[in-house]
């Protein structure tokens, strides 16, 4: 199991081979004190930005905080290991009750602490309805509020002029959404999951993500070691989606089949991906420019702007 043990148990670190190490990661049969654990972490992080070209020398990135432990050790991450990478971070407030307060004030302790730019954009300042609102009309309201983020991030992204969109995704998230997509055999969608995307549309930033090879369980004990500032709440409306479960269901086939998460984003994006290009070259082609705000969108209006006009209808 993944676990944090007792220093004894676990030997001599295999990095240093001095300090007893108290880290186990078991898909990679590695033991690890928590000196060389965070210099591995941060390594993996540099390594799978450089592999994909993440990140530029002229890049200006928009960074999603959302006051959770992976956007924020994203940016903690990243503020090390490419400290003149201009960055802005950008942090939804979603108005969720009992829940986006928080998130709101972590975010603005670890920006503070990191002495970077932070934009806050409210919700309901931005659509008229807190997401929480929102709930009570639309049923399947975490699909709503990826909506909302992604259209937000965009919008704001082209506002100050940023040639990135970073998130702080991480392998747990990617394979439970890759997961659901090979079950359906929904390839297509599927090809849509890659450590870098974009589609062809001049108001469409490139998106990275550049935590994607890194578990929930590395991201937890790195954020808890250099005791970042996050919340460890988790939103009220997800606790119990089919994508936390999903999420519990992979873990149970990891413990039995370790690196299985590892082996499927490899397969994904090395040996799957490259079978489809011919179909996601048309995919990302399919989009077109929203009709009222000039975003890209796949329909004539977007999905955004769908919303507003639902809403204005149900006044
Ligand atoms: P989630 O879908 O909640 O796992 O979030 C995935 C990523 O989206 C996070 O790591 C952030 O980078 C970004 N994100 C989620 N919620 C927010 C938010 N309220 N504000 C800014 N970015 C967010
Ligand atoms: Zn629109």
Redesign the pocket.
């Known amino acids: 199991m993944n676990e944090r043990s007792k220093s004894k148990s676990l030997g001599i670190c295999r990095h240093c081979h001095v300090r007893q190490a108290n880290i186990r990661l078991e898909y990679a049969r590695l033991n690890l004190c928590e000196e060389c654990f965070s210099k591995f972490i941060e390594r993996k992080v540099g390594k799978v930005i450089k592999k994909y070209g993440m990140i530029k020398k002229d890049d200006k990135v928009l960074l999603a905080l959302s006051g959770g432990k992976d956007s924020s050790t994203l940016l903690h991450i990243i503020r090390r290991i490419m400290p003149e990478t201009k960055i802005t971070c950008l942090h939804i407030d979603l108005g969720i009750t009992g829940f986006s307060e928080e998130c709101r004030r972590k975010a603005e302790e670890l920006a503070h602490q990191e002495n970077v730019e932070l934009e806050v954009v409210n919700l309901k300042g931005f659509l008229g309805h807190t997401l929480s609102e929102l709930a009570t009309k639309y049923k399947k309201i975490c699909s709503t509020c990826g909506l909302i983020r992604r259209y937000l991030l965009n919008y704001y992204g082209n506002l100050y002029g940023a040639t990135k969109i970073a998130t702080g995704h991480n392998l747990d998230d990617v394979v439970a959404v890759l997961w659901d997509f090979y079950v359906r055999g929904d390839l297509l969608e599927a090809s849509r999951l890659q450590p870098v995307t974009q589609l062809i549309h001049p108001k469409a930033l490139l998106r990275i993500k550049p935590l994607i090879e890194l578990t929930d369980f590395e991201l937890k004990v790195y954020a808890d070691l250099k005791g970042l500032p996050y919340t460890p709440i988790q939103c009220p409306f997800g606790r119990e989606s089919k994508l936390n479960s999903r999420k519990k269901l992979i873990n149970v086939i990891e413990s039995m089949y370790p690196a299985f998460k590892h082996t499927l984003l490899k397969s994904h994006i090395k040996r799957v991906t490259p079978l489809l290009s011919s179909l996601i070259a048309t995919e990302r082609s399919n989009w077109g420019t ?1 009709a ?4 890209p ?1 796949r329909k004539n ?2 999905g ?2 769908r919303l507003k006009e639902n809403l204005k209808n149900a006044e």
């Open positions: 929203c009222k705000c000039g975003m969108s209006i977007c955004m702007c």
